[in-house]
């Protein structure tokens, strides 16, 4: 995976971490791969999420190897009873967002590597303007 176990040790506590994965590491894999496919949709048109989530060591960007264990500790804590620590959670989740959302709208350029599309390749919709008609009856 993309992150391990040390790497939440800058975002929460061993025991923090088995309260909240209720002890089973199914649950902190699934969370990761929701936290990846959340992250992906706000990277996939510019950068090659294939190659940033393959990475290992040192060759990840250690602020999404952060963001991306926020994202998923979040979406852990949604299951827990009574929300257990859920304000830190979603204070550290909204500034990830808002840290991808910079990203999506080029105002932050993180040291990634970019997607390479085929020539005549569009992402998402796009729309074509007919020219205006005027008609003269």
């Known amino acids: 995976m993309f992150i391990n176990k040390e790497d939440y040790r800058v975002v929460i506590g061993e025991a923090a971490l088995k309260v909240v994965s209720q002890e089973t590491p199914e649950n902190i894999a699934n969370a990761e791969i929701e936290a990846i496919e959340e992250i992906s949709g ?3 048109p510019v950068y090659d999420t294939i ?3 393959s990475a290992e060591g040192e060759k990840r960007n250690r602020l999404l190897v952060m963001y991306t264990a926020d994202i998923a500790l979040y ?7 009574q929300r257990m620590g859920s304000e830190v959670r ?8 808002k840290w991808l959302e910079g990203v999506q709208a080029g105002k ?8 390479v599309f085929e020539e005549g390749f569009t ?14 009856w």
Do not use: C, M, V, W
Request: proline share 9%; no cysteine.
């Open 75 to 81: 979406h852990l804590t949604a299951s827990q009873p």
């Open 90 to 97: 979603k204070e550290r989740y909204d500034r990830a967002i």
């Open 123 to 136: 992402f998402g919709t796009s729309f074509q303007s007919n020219p205006k008609l005027n008609h003269s």
């Open 42 to 44: 706000y990277l996939r």
């Open 51 to 53: 190659a940033i989530f």
């Open 108 to 115: 932050i350029i993180p040291d990634l590597p970019t997607a």
